[in-house]
């Protein structure tokens, strides 16, 4: 067994525990850390789209935004469609005028895996049993094998950055935590292409046959998105099948224009509203996907990751140069109040949108009201508007 010593301990190198390491090496605080698959696999893995300002705020912070802020696609607005109608959210206008952007989660991480490689800092990929010990005493250490052998890491923090799947989160004791979980009758069926995108913003679709959604990653590769039963299978949709899907979901001007082509990826994932309380269990905070979940629809899984990573931060860098544990004691309070209104408003928009099969045809009419209705309510636009770019940090307060 080799052991090594850090201050902070991060396990899992998605965007949270990367964006951590890279916050944590600006303010001159040693991070390690472990990752249970490659970083190929890593980057393999198409997940969000959507930036808010918060997030592109810390990309800046930890010195890693330039290529977001030149390739980055930054949108005033989103469309709706509905009832074959569209109508158009100026996000700018409605939340008082913020943006958000488009710039894909496998270039930031990419940023991220390259900013700690170009000076040095270690993360250990492919590790596995990993394991976290001692975290309600003040000498926390994690565990894990790799090549053969054990190694261990002893530490001051540990940050449990492990995704849903991770160990951190189930590794608490039973009796402090508790589970909020909430799984939807359907799953996306997301496809990327090297395509232009059918429309300048995204599009938003709640047609009879299903909710669908037209992103991008850039002038050139577009994202698509349909619901489909939990029941299908990813290898039961040809390209074409798509395609067909999408084009009997959209209006006759996105049937127009839509640009078809081959699949660069294709995936189904499952839609779940899920939330731990508390977030710390003495010296180990979870951040990120191992704390919560939300369904895609609102754009804020990676959002609030991002704010999660925020706040980890500054309760670390407050311990150690403040002496101060005021941070830390606060952590579970300040996410949570953030992440149930962004579970709120994920949960509320996934409701509007997609189909359900229950009572489906007067859920179909309450949705096109209220549709209607937020449409062309000012208040309406607004609560769309000010969610969809994401809250201010202080809301609330
Ligand atoms: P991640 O899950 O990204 O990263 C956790 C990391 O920990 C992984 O690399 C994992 O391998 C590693 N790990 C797990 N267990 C470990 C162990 N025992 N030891 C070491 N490492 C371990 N959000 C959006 O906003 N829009 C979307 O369209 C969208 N689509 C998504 C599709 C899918 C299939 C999934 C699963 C999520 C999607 N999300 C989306 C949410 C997603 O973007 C997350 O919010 C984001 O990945 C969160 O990042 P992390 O918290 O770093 O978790
Ligand atoms: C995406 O581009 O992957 C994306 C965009 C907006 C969402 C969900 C996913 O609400």
Not at 166 to 189: D, N
Request: charged share 25%.
């Amino acid at each position: 067994m080799t052991t090594t010593r850090t201050q902070v301990a991060i396990v899992g190198a998605g965007p949270s525990g990367l964006l951590l390491g890279q916050l944590l090496h600006k303010a001159g605080i040693d991070a390690v850390i472990v990752e249970r698959v490659s970083g190929e696999y890593v980057l393999g893995r198409i997940r969000a789209g959507i930036l808010e300002q918060v997030c592109i705020d810390l990309m800046d912070e930890a010195g890693v935004g330039q290529r977001m802020h030149q390739e980055g696609l930054v949108h005033g607005g989103i469309e709706m469609l509905y009832g074959g109608q569209r109508h158009r959210v100026d996000l700018n206008k409605y939340s008082g005028g913020k943006n958000v952007m488009v710039y894909g989660q496998t270039e930031l991480t990419r940023d991220l895996m390259d900013a700690r490689q170009s000076v040095g800092l270690k993360t250990v990929y492919e590790v596995s049993n990993t394991a976290v010990h001692d975290f309600d005493s003040a000498k926390p250490y994690v565990t894990y094998e790799k090549d053969g052998q054990q190694h261990r890491i002893d530490c001051d923090f540990i940050a449990g950055c492990d995704g849903f799947h991770g160990v951190c989160r189930a590794s608490a004791p039973r009796g402090a935590i508790r589970e909020y979980e909430k799984v939807y009758p359907f799953g996306w069926l997301g496809l990327l292409s090297d395509t232009p995108p059918v429309n300048d913003e995204l599009i938003y679709v709640n047609s009879p046959r299903g909710f669908a959604l037209c992103s991008q990653r850039s002038k050139t590769r577009s994202r698509y998105y349909l619901q489909v039963p939990l029941t299908d299978k990813v290898e039961e949709w040809t390209d074409d099948a798509f395609w067909q899907e999408l084009k009997l979901r959209l209006d006759e001007e996105g049937r127009d224009k839509l640009v078809t082509g081959p699949s660069l990826e294709k995936s189904i994932a499952p839609l779940r509203s899920f939330v731990t309380e508390p977030m710390r269990f003495g010296r180990m905070f979870l951040a990120g996907d191992a704390g919560h979940i939300v369904p895609p629809t609102g754009a804020k899984g990676l959002n609030l990751a991002a704010t999660d990573v925020k706040y980890l931060f500054d309760a670390i860098v407050e311990f150690y140069k403040d002496k101060s544990e005021a941070g830390i004691d606060d952590y579970s309070r300040k996410c949570l109040g953030r992440i149930w209104r962004a579970e709120r408003f994920s949960w509320w928009f996934t409701q509007l949108m997609h189909r359900f099969s229950h009572d489906e045809k007067i859920t179909a009419k309450f949705q096109n009201a209220e549709l209607d209705y937020l449409m062309h309510s000012e208040a309406g636009l607004t609560t769309i508007a000010e969610n969809y770019v994401g809250l201010p940090l202080d809301f609330g307060r």
